[in-house]
């Protein structure tokens, strides 16, 4: 474990490696799983704000879906997530050409929104846990995110290069320079 300020991280984060592969993997982190993606309270308002322009993206059984739950749920671990579709896939999930992904992100894309989509999710698979006196960030790894390992492999990424973007918008620049200078160190001590 590294700590950087009040963050313990997992040395996972510097050693495995990682980057996803939807042409293989087909997105199917947005369809599996036994919940939603994890959700902070602000995000849960920011949702809830640009509703009207995600729900053009959005398919209609996840439109029926948010109607029915709203735009967040408690899960049966009663953490605050997005609501699925019967239990399976999240409401926020569409399909384009056999890949599943964020209407969110997409509504982003096209700029339609300036909120991008849930860090749990841009995040992935890094798992941000708050305990009392600091905050854990630990590699998750699930069986559907073999391609993304095997790419990662391939390209010799580790988890927090493939992560940068998503780590700066979690927490800031700053942070990110600390990262790399501890990866630079972990890199030295194996010489």
């Known amino acids: 474990m590294i700590q950087i300020d009040d963050k313990i991280i997992s040395l996972d984060i510097f050693q495995k490696h990682f980057c996803c592969d939807l042409k293989l993997c087909k997105g199917a ?17 920011i949702l809830e704000d640009i509703l009207d322009k995600v729900k053009p993206y959005i398919k209609p059984e996840g439109i029926e879906s948010i109607k029915k739950q709203g735009v967040a749920t408690i899960d049966s671990d009663g953490d605050l997530v997005t609501p699925l579709i019967d239990g399976k896939e999240c409401a926020f999930c569409i399909n384009e050409n056999g890949i599943s992904f964020c209407a969110i992100e997409k509504a982003w894309i096209e700029k339609k929104v300036d909120f991008r989509k849930p860090i749990s999710c841009h995040l992935y698979p890094i798992r941000v846990k708050k305990y009392e006196t600091f905050t854990g960030l630990n590699y998750d790894k699930w069986d559907v995110c073999e391609p993304a390992r095997k790419l990662g492999s391939s390209m010799k990424l580790p988890v927090y290069k493939f992560l940068k973007d998503a780590i700066i918008r979690a927490f800031g620049e700053d942070f990110y320079i600390q990262i790399e200078e501890a990866a630079l160190l972990l890199e030295n001590e194996k010489a």
Do not use: N, T
Request: overall charge negative.
């Open 29 to 45: 982190c947005c369809v599996h799983g036994q919940s939603g993606a994890p959700l902070l309270q602000d995000e849960v308002i």
